[in-house]
């Protein structure tokens, strides 16, 4: 595996657009997995790629799986149906998806799904985490406990990726990046 190194934000979100474009000269997908501890932003960066598109890459250009959740979009309204099944059923999805780019976002996309193209590891400072599980489980002391005890991203062995990278997650940054690029894809 090719580690491209770690980045900011938006560096990072910029140069994971640059290896989807060049992977996708040789196929006609590029699945990118997004794995991350909880409370790391795995969920919020995927959601972005479905109502703003991926650089380049148009909302209909793209699929995202987060959690064996399937998200679309009908205009800005979030939808969302849960993929049943294994990783069998899973796996029959991605590649019936038909989008050029495919995230599949997970604290472990190796239990749902055997490959990647690229691995991103996507970091947030610990106090910005650990502030997002305990609004998230705030109801829940019991869950937010142990989602704040897990500290490293288990490797599944069977998992093959090409090509791995780490970004640190820096919301706003992401989010002009996002922006930016639904403008200069209207003036194109």
Known sequence: MIDLGTFS???????????V???LDSRRTVIVAVA???????????KKCVRFGFGSFGKDDV????????????FWRLQWDKLKGGKEEIAAFVRSAGAEVLF?????????????????????PEGTRL????????????????????????????FR?????TIMNDSPAMTVWFLSWILRRLVR
């Open 9 to 19: 934000g938006k560096k990072g979100l910029e140069r994971l657009r640059e290896e």
């Open 21 to 23: 474009e060049a992977l």
């Open 36 to 46: 991350g501890l909880p409370g790391s932003g795995k969920t919020h960066m995927v």
């Open 63 to 74: 699929a995202v799986i987060d959690d064996n959740t399937v998200y679309t979009t009908r």
């Open 104 to 124: 599949f976002s997970n604290w472990i996309p190796g239990r749902f799904i055997d490959h990647a193209d690229i691995m991103v590891y996507l970091e947030a």
């Open 131 to 158: 502030r997002r599980l305990k609004k998230r489980y705030r109801k829940e002391p019991e869950k937010y406990r142990i989602q704040k005890a897990k500290r490293t991203i288990p490797e599944e062995p069977a």
């Open 161 to 165: 990726c090409e090509r791995s990278m």
